[in-house]
């Protein structure tokens, strides 16, 4: 080619070749995605740890603990505070780009002993949020012990209060208009938990979330049948200890819900998160893999599937009186399990279970930082782009998986 050729060839394309994506500094698509990623990683370094304390009882043999947590001062006590703080129902569902309620499905919430001021407490939240009542009288709530029955309830407890208080909570603020079915275990042996959960399916359930969960152990396929009903999804928390696999999230028919940090960013999203560091996942010793799971690094059951917001550190506002005695800050993986429980019932896939998370990866918000541990295969507990363990898949597009078959 002559060196006039060369010339008219360099004037016409080395001005493409050089904004080739992968080559020009100014693409509009690359610099969004950078600029993206600053922003969020700016908002996530804001974060400040507080002390935070579970409010249940670390469990006996046989038994499960609730994973709530809540803010406390620095010499452990919990403080009620004069109004809300934390994230709300308005602020949910947006991080989770939920759409505009209006399923009646019925969210139930399983929970062990007796929280004797659930309904007036929800009342107070639901009101100071600007959320219609949701109450016995108008069939919206209703709560029953492990046998289906009302007005025969098991013995106060109050850490379980708390949990009860913040599950029924996080329904209210994803979905509204959805009915809530409170169903109270007997106490928290594994037996008493998974009769409940089986009732709930029993009493027309749409969706079950457990937030609470035990030890593995060899004897916990017995339970399997009670958390595993097709037509229902069935979730349930994997945890607050960090990695290490717990049950009933390792149960085959349920879909685990791990946890993350959330904060607002300047980002196109509107929000950001990573990895809460308190939540659990891994690979079970026990459950056998379900055909829908495709990672390679663990031979049986991976934990989680998904996840939402669990740091107490950018936890949720809650009301309990019977607990915490009033306006609170909770987080742990209890705010996940009934916040992605509502998201499905919602949207209208209160049908699906971990098949449906697994074959519409890219409807998640994808968390591809922060840890809760050291392991080998790393995914298992650190987060990256794709599936992790910590965080699953990622973190609910509400409106994305609405559309999802």
């Not at 610099?31 to 670390?58: E, H, M, N």
């Not at 919990?78 to 209006?102: C, E, I």
């Not at 027309?204 to 152990?217: F, R």
Request: charged residues 15%.
């Amino acid at each position: 080619m002559s060196i006039a050729g060369r010339n008219r060839f360099s004037a016409l394309y080395l001005p493409l070749l050089a904004c080739l994506p992968l080559a020009c500094a100014s693409d509009p698509a690359g610099s969004s995605q950078a600029s993206d990623q600053a922003a969020d990683t700016s908002a996530l370094s804001a974060i400040t740890a507080r002390p935070s304390k579970r409010v249940c009882d670390a469990p006996a043999a046989g038994e499960a603990s609730c994973f709530a947590r809540v803010l406390a001062a620095p010499d452990g006590t919990v403080q009620p505070l004069a109004t809300p703080s934390g994230w709300g129902p308005a602020d949910l569902q947006l991080a989770y780009n939920v759409p505009a309620a209006g399923s009646t499905a019925t969210i139930a919430i399983i929970d062990a002993f007796d929280d004797p001021t659930a309904e007036a407490d929800l009342g107070v939240y639901r009101s100071t949020f600007g959320l219609a009542p949701c109450t016995t009288a108008n069939g919206c709530f209703k709560k029953v012990n492990q046998s289906g029955v009302q007005g025969s309830y098991p013995r106060k407890n109050r850490g379980w209060a708390a949990e009860i208080a913040l599950d029924i909570d996080m329904a209210s603020a994803i979905c509204p208009t959805c009915k809530i079915l409170l169903v109270e275990a007997t106490t928290n042996s594994n037996l008493n938990l998974a009769t409940a959960a089986n009732e709930a399916a029993a009493l027309g359930a749409s969706v079950i979330s457990n937030s609470y969960g035990s030890n593995e152990s060899s004897s916990e396929t017995q339970f399997d049948v009670d958390y595993n009903h097709p037509g229902i999804a069935v979730f349930a928390s994997t945890g607050d200890g960090g990695f290490g696999s717990s049950y009933p999230a390792t149960a085959k028919g349920v879909i685990g819900v791990g946890g993350t940090s959330l904060v607002k960013s300047t980002s196109s999203r509107g929000w950001a998160e990573t990895t809460w560091s308190g939540a659990g996942s891994g690979c079970s010793s026990v459950e056998a893999k379900p055909s829908w799971q495709t990672d390679t690094g663990c031979a049986k059951r991976t934990v989680g599937d998904l996840s939402a917001v669990a740091d107490p550190n950018t936890g949720v506002a809650v009301y309990d009186s019977t607990g915490s005695g009033g306006w609170a800050v909770y987080g742990g993986t209890s705010v996940s399990s009934p916040l992605v429980a509502s998201i499905f019932a919602a949207i209208g896939k209160g049908s699906k279970d971990g098949s449906f998370v697994w074959s519409n990866a890219s409807r998640f918000y994808d968390v591809t930082s922060g840890s809760n541990g050291s392991c080998s295969p790393s995914y298992l507990c650190t987060a990256g782009s794709g599936f992790d363990g910590p965080t699953g898949w990622g973190t609910p597009n509400a409106a994305s998986l609405a559309s999802a078959q």
